[in-house]
């Protein structure tokens, strides 16, 4: 069974904070991507990875960076956290020769 | 970039009706995918159906890629149908998402 996991399901963190989320699969999945969803929005896709130590932006990269050092995980960097950051953040994985997409659970971030 | 618009936005059943969301998208694609989100926000994968046919259970997908449309049809509703159900489609890119359907079914 495929299996995306995300550090935390909710998170509670103040303006000016640096903050982190973690995503991990254990599929071998080369790629990898991290997602916001706001109500009546969907899902807007932030940064994307095709492999190791690459990163491409999405739609909305504004205010977030990414890290991918391993295969298997994928990070989520919040430099500085401002309120219009509070949202659900869904990370998801993908065979390079495959068209199926995997997602982990969501963190649900408040930014106060 | 690829548009997508899901209709309805938002759909309230009784237990044991039928449904049909409808995803509509700009470009020609040759990746189209049906998600649900439960209640609980995790996006379960319902079909991978860029053309033609797929039938699960209940469930049920249709895709006609030249006219750019793709249907899911949802058979004798049941409550833990509820949720949200996403359209996501590519070309040669990641995937575009809908805004999605919610579905609220009553027992």
């Known amino acids: 069974d495929v299996k995306v996991t995300q550090s935390s399901r909710y998170l509670v963190k103040r303006t000016g904070e640096k903050v982190f989320l973690e995503c991990v699969q254990d599929m071998d999945h080369e790629n990898m991507f991290w997602y916001r969803q706001d109500p009546g929005l969907g899902l807007r896709l932030i940064y994307f990875?095709?492999?190791?130590?690459?990163?491409e932006k999405g739609d909305i990269p504004e205010g977030y960076s990414v890290s991918r050092e391993k295969k298997e995980r994928f990070s989520l960097i919040l430099e500085s956290a401002s309120t219009n950051q509070t949202s659900m953040y869904l990370c998801?994985?993908?065979?390079?020769?495959?068209?199926?997409?995997?997602f982990g659970p969501g963190t649900r971030l408040t930014v106060t | 970039g690829i548009q997508v618009e899901q209709s309805p936005p938002d759909l309230i059943l009784q237990e044991g009706a039928n449904s049909t969301l409808r995803c509509n998208f700009s470009d020609s694609v040759n990746n189209l995918q049906w998600f649900h989100q439960n209640p609980w926000g995790q996006l379960i994968n319902l079909f991978y159906?860029?053309?033609g046919t797929k039938q699960n259970g209940r469930l049920s997908a249709t895709t006609v890629a030249t006219e750019r449309y793709s249907l899911l049809y949802i058979s004798s509703s049941q409550t833990t149908d509820s949720g949200v159900y996403f359209c996501?489609?590519?070309?040669?890119?990641?995937?575009?998402f809908g805004k999605g359907t919610r579905l609220s079914v009553i027992a």
């Open positions: 996501a489609v590519s070309g040669n890119t990641p995937l575009v």
């Open positions: 990875s095709y492999d190791v130590k690459m990163k």
């Open positions: 159906i860029p053309s």
């Open positions: 998801a994985s993908r065979k390079t020769n495959s068209y199926e997409q995997y």
